[in-house]
């Protein structure tokens, strides 16, 4: 079971680091935890490195049921067979285990400082070696940027990002293997043209700043006599008269405005979404199923996939048996974005391979991108989040 955690520590994580180390012990010495007797757990806690901290946490929980479990070192270039329950936290550069950067800042040189990053650890369950991405991108720093052009000019900078890391996992330096990557990419839907929808039959009133003339709100109201305010737009506000049209039938009438994956259609797979946008949530206890007025509510948080991982997925469908790529706690306040996970089980020779190797450490479980499980295994529960120990 892998669990990918984005912000860790929470927005104030200065204060609220201290935490989390507590919450980590408790959670592996868990009840509910208790079938699972290995685990390695990466958390980059380090805040006063500005350099390299990208407040990222890695979770990887080994069922007992699974016998041979191996993790590649990134400096040997061989697998180690996973033993016992290691925690790993402040300076991760040094840990052969994974590999973690922050993207520069001139990807987004309208934030000062970002967090935005991707760690990656390498696995192989039954002879099927696979990579595990933790990510986070770039968010949408004002709605009034956002609507200006189709797409937006922070599309662009997440698909910078997005292909960096995946140039990055599929380079020359290691064996390729299939990927799943996972995290908050802070998608969004099209915004200027959600607005053109949602506001068909409105006219739109232009406020500008008195001392800079910049456009500081946009309010579109109803074009007939009564000249109801349908939607404000702001910086930091998007406050849409009816929040229904995100979650009627989970919103999917508004996947069409999801667009950002397609540039990557060739390169990275998904499941049909079937549940709402995953933010902005509440952050309320009592409103655990509204949005915030802050963003337009899109899918930011996703479990994609190589095409090599997406035959493992597809094969074992094939073999009846479920598949489930869902969010988590739909009524229940988890922070402003909910839980996105895919769980299913790996069917029996999903990734047939051309010829077996012996289960020696070597530098390589596979020969190509698919390989052999030698028996079914539960391949992870894959859940992104950027809700942490101390909200």
Request: one cysteine or more; proline letters at 4%; a neutral charge.
């Amino acid at each position: 079971m892998a669990l990918h955690c984005q912000e860790f520590g929470g927005k104030n994580y200065e204060a609220s680091m201290s935490h989390v180390d507590k919450f980590v012990k408790e959670l592996l010495s868990s009840d509910a935890m208790k079938e699972y007797n290995r685990a390695r757990v990466y958390l980059d806690e380090n805040f006063k490195s500005q350099e390299h901290f990208t407040a990222l946490g890695s979770f990887y929980f080994l069922h007992e049921s699974l016998k041979n479990i191996y993790q590649f070192d990134f400096k040997a270039k061989k697998y180690r067979k996973v033993t016992g329950k290691e925690i790993y936290s402040d300076t991760l550069e040094s840990t052969p285990m994974l590999e973690k950067e922050k993207f520069p800042q001139d990807y987004f040189p309208e934030c000062k400082w970002s967090r935005k990053g991707f760690v990656r650890t390498r696995w192989c369950v039954a002879d099927c070696a696979f990579d595990l991405v933790n990510i986070h991108l770039f968010h949408d720093a004002s709605n009034l940027v956002a609507w200006e052009t189709s797409p937006s000019v922070y599309s662009g900078i997440r698909h910078k990002a997005l292909g960096y890391v995946l140039d990055r996992i599929i380079d020359q330096r290691f064996e390729k293997v299939s990927y799943f990557v996972f995290g908050d990419f802070n998608f969004r839907l099209d915004s200027k043209s959600v607005v053109e929808t949602l506001c068909t039959q409105a006219t739109m009133q232009t406020v500008r700043a008195a001392d800079t003339n910049e456009v500081v709100k946009l309010i579109f109201r109803e074009s007939d006599n009564d000249r109801k305010v349908m939607l404000q737009l702001e910086k930091k506000l998007f406050h849409y008269f009816n929040q229904e049209v995100f979650r009627d039938n989970n919103g999917t009438a508004l996947l069409e405005f999801d667009k950002e994956l397609s540039v990557f259609k060739d390169r990275l797979y998904e499941l049909d979404i079937s549940f709402p946008p995953s933010y902005p949530y509440s952050e309320d206890s009592g409103q655990g199923a509204q949005y915030m007025d802050t963003r337009c509510p899109a899918w930011c948080d996703r479990v994609l996939m190589s095409p090599s991982a997406r035959e493992l997925i597809l094969k074992s469908e094939s073999e009846e048996k479920v598949v489930t790529y869902d969010h988590i706690g739909p009524n229940v306040c988890m922070g402003d974005h909910k839980p996105v996970f895919l769980a299913f089980r790996l069917a029996p020779g999903a990734g047939e391979r051309r010829q077996r190797q012996p289960r020696a450490l070597r530098g390589t479980c596979v020969q190509r991108e698919e390989a052999t499980p030698t028996k079914p295994a539960l391949l992870p529960a894959a859940t992104t989040t950027r809700t942490s120990a101390t909200r």
